[in-house]
């Protein structure tokens, strides 16, 4: 939030409160505009790719026709299961409560990838927020490459 002070002709009118101004005023960052849904025949203005009528529906086309089968098996009921149960157990991102943040997690992490033979024990687990989760993948070399 930036804060701006107002100059007044009056000097006596622009009475100072502790550090702020009874003449602030709060700017608000411009959002970038909505675009229309991508699911044919969707007109609908939405800020993301799809609203949120079809964000679902387009999900599970993705699963079912583009998506690897074998990612498919990995990251099924059980593993919504199993990641559900580790958030709850493990609330805070651990990367960032290493340096020092306290950070809610939002993701979790294998350390050693299912693709290269690691479990869903909770031993190769880790509790990441998005930000972390990001930079691990990337740095890993396991992300889609874009």
Known sequence: M???????????ASVLRGSRCLFEREFIMPRKPKRPCSY?????????QYCDEHRQVAERQYNRYQRDPDTNKRY???WRRIRARFLLRHPLCEQCKSEGRLTAAEEVHHIL???DGGT???????????????????????????
């Open 2 to 12: 930036i804060l701006f002070k107002l100059q007044e002709k009056n000097p006596a």
């Open 40 to 48: 044919p025949g969707c007109g609908r203005l939405t800020d993301g």
């Open 76 to 78: 099924g009921r059980a």
């Open 113 to 115: 990838p299912l693709a």
């Open 120 to 146: 869903n024990d909770e031993s190769n687990l880790m509790a990441l927020c998005k930000s972390c989760h990001s930079k691990i993948t990337a740095a890993s070399g396991n992300g889609k490459g874009y």
